[in-house]
């Protein structure tokens, strides 16, 4: 399971980051990443929570994820299942990508026959190919 901190919720951000991010596909799927900033706190922001948590955690927020699974990859059942061999992919992505990274991974129809291998692939291969582009 994918933890919330690291999972896009906003239809803005996904929007956005499919919209400006880079993209690049594979055979099962096509990975969208854009680089993003995380808003540096205020002076005012920094001396109120300087005693609640560290200035680290409030400059650089995780990597964060989403995953777009349609009904052109197949029925309900199928789309689960494909998202279920997926996440645990994200997961493992989590050390390779920089603070404020977002990544949405989008799954086209042959990932509804592809094995895990096979998604791990296509996925290290198309984030490969974005980070060649610079």
Do not use: C, W, Y
Request: proline share 7%.
């Amino acid at each position: 399971m994918l933890p919330q901190q690291h999972k896009i919720t906003n239809s803005e951000e996904f929007r956005q980051t499919i919209r400006k991010g880079k993209r690049a596909g594979g055979g099962t799927v096509v990975v969208h990443l854009k680089h993003e900033k995380s808003p540096k706190p205020s002076d005012a922001q920094t001396k109120t929570l300087t005693a609640v948590s560290s200035i680290k955690d409030l400059t650089t927020s995780p990597p964060r994820f989403g995953l777009i699974v349609s009904k052109a990859v197949g029925n309900a059942v199928v789309r689960h299942a494909v998202s279920r061999k997926l996440r645990p992919i994200m997961l493992d992505l989590v050390s390779e990508l920089a603070p404020g990274d977002r990544l949405i991974i989008r799954a086209l129809p042959p990932a509804a026959t592809a094995t895990s291998k096979e998604l791990t692939a296509d996925v290290q291969k198309a984030l490969g190919k974005i980070k060649r582009r610079g």
